[in-house]
């Protein structure tokens, strides 16, 4: 079982810039793949920036360029820093844990934490 604790979401201008956390317990954790998505009300969720256990990142286009996703194996951490950004961030961002080998479906989700972009 692998359980997963986001934190640093709030409130943030145009423009500006936060940090997202993501504390993961469990066994096996280092051959997992770690993420991020997001869900916007009313929209379905979305991939933000994954990262593989050896360290190769994927981005969404929308995002690409402005977040950049970091994983720290020895603390079972993954963390996103979102720069520059705009009301289309806006959301609750999750993070996510997945076996290699597993579908999505059967990953892992934190609880969420909200972002709000507004001045």
């Known amino acids: 079982q692998v359980q997963l604790v986001e934190s640093g979401g709030g409130l943030v201008q145009p423009g500006g810039s936060l940090r997202l956390s993501c504390a993961a317990s469990g066994s096996g954790l280092g051959i997992y793949g770690m993420g991020w998505y997001r869900q916007a009300p009313g929209k379905q969720r979305e991939l933000v920036a994954t990262?593989?256990?050896?360290?190769?990142?994927n981005y969404a286009d929308s995002v690409n360029g402005r977040f950049t996703i970091s994983r720290d194996n020895a603390k079972n951490t993954v963390a996103l820093q979102m720069n520059s950004l705009n009301a289309e961030d806006m959301a609750v961002y999750y993070c996510?844990?997945?076996?290699?080998?597993?579908?999505?479906?059967?990953?892992?989700w934190g609880q969420g934490t909200q972002v709000t972009v507004s001045s």
């Open positions: 996510n844990a997945r076996h290699p080998v597993l579908p999505v479906s059967r990953s892992y």
């Open positions: 990262i593989t256990s050896g360290g190769t990142s």
